[in-house]
Every structure is written in structure tokens, then in C-alpha cells.
């Protein structure tokens, strides 16, 4: 695997995510509200009071209120897992990308497992709850639950995944943790010197 760190511009971070969770979330241009909200929910899953309802918005404003909302779940996915930033690329998308669902976000035993380390456990977790099994089991080929299902196994595979092959740790840190262990080994060598070394020498 290479060495390459794991750095990505805000700009690439942006259209990939977006085109991604375009996908998965669909674009509206028209703002729409469903029962039992209280606001109007427009572009890429943009809820709030801001939403004007009889509006049409365009691309450049649907893509502002995207990065608006993408930069806010990067900073809660950021306080919430551990070492987010040194994960493979896949898992970064699709933990945020559940993030934006709320589905991640609304399992703190799946982001306990993660923080532990534990990839391989936390991808069964994910999966382990009652609206994945009732969506699975009620899932055709065109059913709308379908989609939101291959989301859920996506995160649940990037999970296992990078247990599997995680990535490198970054450049300097490796570099660190040698400094440190170059220094342990010039210690031990001269305490072995002095331990070895005739007297009166």
C-alpha cells in the first residue's frame, strides 16, 4: 500500500462528496416539506429555516448550501471518531455520507467500536438494528427502500474494509515513533556498554 498521506483539498472533498450524496440523496431544486416538519427541505437534503418555500434554486446556490452543510458534519464526524483523517478515503465518505442521513450519527455503540478500533465489530453493529432487517426484508429490485439499504452496506463495508487494510500512518508520526526508537536503542546500547565494559578500562 502506498505512503502516500491521506490529503484531499476542500474543493476535491467537495465534489466528491457531492456527487456521491447527490446520488444517494437526490437533488431538488423545488423545496418540498413533509409531514410533521416544521421547515422546507431543498437541494441536497437542506432542512431548515432558511428554505424559501416558493423558490426555485439553482446549482450554485443548491452547491453553497451543500458546502454549508458538508463543512458542519466534517467538524461533528471530526469531535466524534478518532483518528477520522487517517482513515482510507472510502470509509471518510461513507461515514460522512451517513452522517448526512443521520444514520451513524444515531449509533453510539457502532461509533464506540470504531473509536476502539474494532472496524470489524462495528460493521456487524451498524447493520444490527430494526430499520436495516424491516428495509431488507421489504426491498425489490425498485423499491425505494433499496437505496437507502445499499447506503447502510456500503458504511458496513468500508467499516470491515478498513479493518482489513488500514491506512499508513502519516509521514511524520511514523517519523516520530523512529526518532523515539532510535533514541531507546542508543540508550540501551551504551547501558550495554557500561555493563559489558572491564573495570579500570
Known sequence: ??????VYSKEERLNRLMERIKE?????????KLKGEKHYTVGIGHYGPDVEPNKIYSDEEIKKLFKKDLNKKISRVNREIKNFKSMNPETQDSIISSYFRGGLSGSPDTI??????NFEEASKEFLDNAEYKRRKARMSKNHPDKGVVERMERLSTALHNEGQHPLPRKMEE????LIIDRIKERIKAKENRKKFTPEGY
Do not use: L
Request: net charge negative; charged share 45%; proline share 4%.
Open 24 to 32: 444517494e440523496e437526490a437533488v431538488k431544486y423545488k423545496p418540498y
Open 174 to 177: 511514523r517519523e516520530g515513533h
Open 1 to 6: 500500500m502506498s505512503d502516500k498521506k491521506n
Open 112 to 117: 464506540d467500536m470504531i473509536n476502539e478500533g
